[in-house]
Structures are given as C-alpha cells and as structure tokens.
C-alpha cells in the first residue's frame, strides 16, 4: 500500500472495478468516487433508493474495504437521483461508471 495519490487512485480504481462485478443493476445510474488517501468515498447514484440499493451499495464497499488495509477508511452511500435530474460530481470525484442516458440513446 502507498500513500502516492496516484498509485493509491490506481488502487482503488481496480477495487472498485472488482467490486461491482455482478452488483450493476438497471436502475444504477453512475458511480462517483473520491480516492483521497486514507479516505474512499463513493456515491452510487440509483433511479431510486430501496433496501435493495443500499444492500448492493453495503456489498461492494465490503469488497473494498477486503482490498485495503487500516488506515483506510472506506464509505459507501447509495444516493437516489431520479431520472431526468443531471448527473452531477461533488468536489474531487470522479466518474467510474455512467450508464448511456437520454439524447445519446
């Protein structure tokens, strides 16, 4: 483990890959994340929030958090943005997955 921001990115950008094997539903609309060392967030942005949504969100940050060891903390939220609303990154976070929506269709 580095604490090389862009090796640590590297990291958490393979983890994360990993981790949304077969957690990517319909209803997933795009994935946010902050990589800042000792800090991952991500933000899975969904049609709409359930039980099911925050399950699949509890299980891909296990499977993040099995990759990392302490210091890291790693933080999860699965976030509800209807369609039609934008899409949009808060401060340092990029895209790791964004579904084709609207006029691109």
């Known amino acids: 483990m580095t604490t090389d921001p862009a090796t640590f990115r590297t990291e ?3 983890s ?15 994935v946010a ?4 060392y000792p800090l991952i967030e991500a933000r899975l942005v969904y049609e709409a929030v359930g039980d099911e949504e925050r399950q699949l969100a509890a299980e ?3 499977y993040v958090i099995a990759d990392f060891l302490p210091p890291i903390d790693v933080r999860f939220a699965a976030v509800e943005v209807p ?3 934008q899409r949009e990154l808060e401060a340092d976070e990029e895209w790791i997955y964004r579904r084709r929506e609207g006029e691109s269709l």
Request: glycine content about 4%; proline content about 11%; cysteine-free.
């Open 12 to 14: 958490v950008l393979l």
């Open 60 to 62: 891909a940050e296990s």
């Open 33 to 36: 994340v902050r990589p800042l």
């Open 83 to 85: 369609p039609g609303l």
């Open 16 to 30: 994360l890959q990993r981790a949304l094997w077969d957690l990517v539903t319909p209803a997933l609309r795009a």
